[in-house]
């Protein structure tokens, strides 16, 4: 497998110290790539012809703009900036794209965790999801002296206040298939990234709660999220599959 990467942020140097099978990187801000010690490239079909499976980890907007010609160019692709995927007709033409042209499309847990139960719960029906994050104000770019909710509403409209900072809101939509209700605060003693995740469906009621430590890389990145990819790509050459 030779890999390539969209962005050259926290999520790809993560990705590039773990793996030796990625040959080639894409950003529109080359000086961010300059010490990955890999190929730069300069457009996103000059990354496209050395490559036959590509990850972005750029932002909700490189989705927007090159998830589709990447299916089209018969690539497999690995969505990390979930939050791309908010707007419904694009992510349905992605989808159909993605079945037409018989490629993969990869999306990761991330941050996140228990999508196995939503997966199964799905099946018999979800009543309800809700999602409470609990951030430091900086990765959130708020300010505040004490826990402040700063957002509640939809995974819609939670991705379009904060598109680096809740692209699991729009994970469990799409792995639910249902409205997400979400809450956001902001703690200035908090110093994880605390997601809570409560579902109920006709299998019973899960509550899950993750901790995570930021990436030293980026603050704003859980190190959960940044190692995601890398467990995906493990399980797509594994025989065995653990989890599933």
Known sequence: MK???IGCGAIAREIISRRKDVVAVYDINRDKCADLGVA???????????????IEAASPKAVE???????????????MSVGGLVNRDFRERLFREVRERGVNLYIPSGAIGGLDIIRAARYGGISEVKITSIKNPKNLGVECDKRTLV??????????KFPKSTNVTVLL???TGINVDVEVYADPEVKENIHRIHLVGTFGIADIEIRNKPSERNPKTSYLAALSPVSILEFINSPVKIGV
């Open 3 to 5: 890999i390539g990467i």
């Open 65 to 79: 703009d090159y998830a589709l010609k990447i299916i089209r160019s018969g690539k497999d692709l690995l969505i």
């Open 151 to 160: 957002f509640k509403g939809s995974a819609e409209e939670a991705i379009a």
């Open 40 to 54: 730069i490239c300069n457009s996103l079909d000059e990354l496209l012809e050395n490559v036959d499976f590509v």
């Open 173 to 175: 939509l799409l792995a």
